[in-house]
């Protein structure tokens, strides 16, 4: 059997990676913060003891920031996220390439200059700061590291996905809080409801990492849900999904109309067949079932 091993298993992507590579018969190490707490360095020993022979190792393990502004006093925070999200991934990347272990990387579509820009391609002009913050800017250097060790022979995917969501998701993300409201039969407050945002599920992410180590498709590759949707469609899929609740739209004209993460995936279609499974009503649903995969 084929042995993997996927850091961040505990997280909204692992969980549903988990999910995936068990529904196709993977042997998967889950690899958490009591096995590697991916600040601290390690030496090759013992990232030898943690990946137990592993052919393949999904990195989806990361620090996500804090919302709160004064998480960065000291500088506490922002040595957190570097040495989670970038750091751990020169430490990864040294051990693999002479190890002669795949690494498929979860980066992200924060990666990108512009947020808001049409049909996103992945050689499009990369952030140094901005819709993402230092958290944003961290994927990239990751990924920078990572092409170091290419250049070595370091067999890698790179995965930029866009605005990912499923069972999982944190409480104060848009999704979860409308589910909260509806489920509630409270009213939710639209104030763009004509911004659109490409919504891809977990599910979908985790079926592109497959389907990349399995065709061996070396590269960096755009994952996103077929089309965009607006967020005012999103409160009616809500309610609709959950019987109840209300929408109260809230127009604010000084607030501009955007598009976020429109990302091209033909390149991912061309390499390894990618195509979301997953529509939003149906990702909708899984989360208010509280299923992880049911697909």
Known sequence: MFKVALTGSSGMIGRHMKALLKQNDVECLCVDRKQWNLEAWKTYEELDSIFEEAEAIFHFGATLPLSSKESFVNNK??????????????????????????????????????????CIKESACQVKNGFGGFYGYSKLLAEKVFDHFIEEGLKMVVLRPSSVYGTGLAADKLISSYLSLASQNKVIEVDMPDNQINLVHAYDVSKAALLALKQKAWGTYNIAAANTSSIQELAELVVDICGSGKIVIKKQKNKPYFIRFDLDTSKAKKAFLFEPSVNLKKGLDLMYTQKELEC
């Open 77 to 118: 925070q922002i040595q957190k996220v570097f040495d989670a999200n970038v750091r751990s991934c020169l430490n990864l990347a040294d051990w693999a390439q002479k190890r002669d272990v795949p690494i498929v990387f979860l980066s992200g579509s924060t990666v990108y200059e512009d947020p808001h820009a049409f």
